[in-house]
T-cell receptor, first 111, second 113 residues
Framework: KNEVEQSPQNLTAQEGEFITINCSYS?????LHWLQQHPGGGIVSLFM???GKKKHGRLIATINIQEKHSSLHITASHPRDSAVYIC?????????????FGQGTRLTINP | DAGITQSPRHKVTETGTPVTLRCHQT?????MYWYRQDPGHGLRLIHY???????DKGEVSDGYSVSRSKTEDFLLTLESATSSQTSVYFC????????????FGEGSRLTVL
C-alpha cells in the first residue's frame, strides 16, 4: 500500500462545477505539495502546505494534520483546468527528507 | 526563467548502451530527485540526493546509478539500457526541509530500442 493515496483516480465534470480531489497519507509528514501536469507537459507546483489552507485564484488547498488528509478544490472549473493533479508528501526517513507521490487524479472538464 | 533544466530532452538509444541524463538547478537546493513516469504508475522515485556526494536509493533504483559532485548538478546513469527503461524521466529539487516550492525539470523522454 502506498504511503500516499489519492482519490478519485479519474474525475470528469462540466464547466463551472466545484471540484474536490483528496489526498490521504499514512505517516507523519513535514509538508504536502499539490502539483499539476497538463497532457504532454511538465509538472508545476501549485501549493506547499504544512497546516491550514492556501488559496490561489480559483484553487484552494487544505490540510488536516491530525486526520492525515488534504484536499484540493477548484471553484468555477474551466476546460483549461483539465490536467493530472498530484499530491506529494515530504516524509522524514532516517534523517533525510523524501518525497512520496500519490498516483495522481486525471481531471477532465467538459465545456 | 527555469530554475531547473534537464538534458537531453529526448534520446533514442539501443539496448545495452550507457545513457546519462543531467539535471541542473540554479536554486542552490540541497535536495534533488530523479523520477520516472510511466502510464499507470505515476511518478516513481529512482534515486535522490540530500547533499553533495550524499545519495540514496528510491523504489525503482535497479539498473540506475547517480552522482552529485556539486550542488547544482545531479546525474542519472543507466549503465546498460534496457527496453524496460523506456520512460519519461523527471528531476526535481527543493529547499532544505522543503520549506518552499518544488521545481521540476521539463522531463527527458528516453526510448530504448
Amino acid at each position: 500500500k502506498n504511503e500516499v493515496e489519492q482519490s478519485p483516480q479519474n474525475l470528469t465534470a462540466q464547466e463551472g462545477e466545484f471540484i474536490t480531489i483528496n489526498c490521504s497519507y499514512s505517516v507523519g509528514i513535514s509538508a504536502l505539495h499539490w502539483l499539476q501536469q497538463h497532457p504532454g507537459g511538465g509538472i508545476v507546483s501549485l501549493f506547499m502546505l504544512s497546516s491550514g489552507k492556501k488559496k490561489h485564484g480559483r484553487l484552494i488547498a487544505t490540510i488536516n494534520i491530525q486526520e492525515k488528509h488534504s484536499s484540493l478544490h477548484i471553484t468555477a472549473s474551466h476546460p483549461r483546468d483539465s490536467a493530472v493533479y498530484i499530491c506529494a508528501a515530504e516524509i522524514l526517513i532516517q534523517g533525510a527528507q523524501k518525497l512520496v507521490f500519490g498516483q495522481g487524479t486525471r481531471l477532465t472538464i467538459n465545456p | 526563467d527555469a530554475g531547473i533544466t534537464q538534458s537531453p530532452r529526448h534520446k533514442v538509444t539501443e539496448t545495452g548502451t550507457p545513457v546519462t541524463l543531467r539535471c541542473h538547478q540554479t536554486e542552490n537546493h540541497r535536495y534533488m530527485y530523479w523520477y520516472r513516469q510511466d502510464p499507470g504508475h505515476g511518478l516513481r522515485l529512482i534515486h535522490y540526493s540530500y547533499g553533495v556526494k550524499d545519495t540514496d536509493k528510491g523504489e525503482v533504483s535497479d539498473g540506475y546509478s547517480v552522482s552529485r559532485s556539486k550542488t547544482e548538478d545531479f546525474l542519472l546513469t543507466l549503465e546498460s539500457a534496457t527496453s524496460s527503461q523506456t520512460s519519461v524521466y523527471f528531476c526535481a529539487s527543493g529547499g532544505q526541509g522543503y520549506t518552499g516550492e518544488l521545481f521540476f525539470g521539463e522531463g527527458s523522454r528516453l526510448t530504448v530500442l
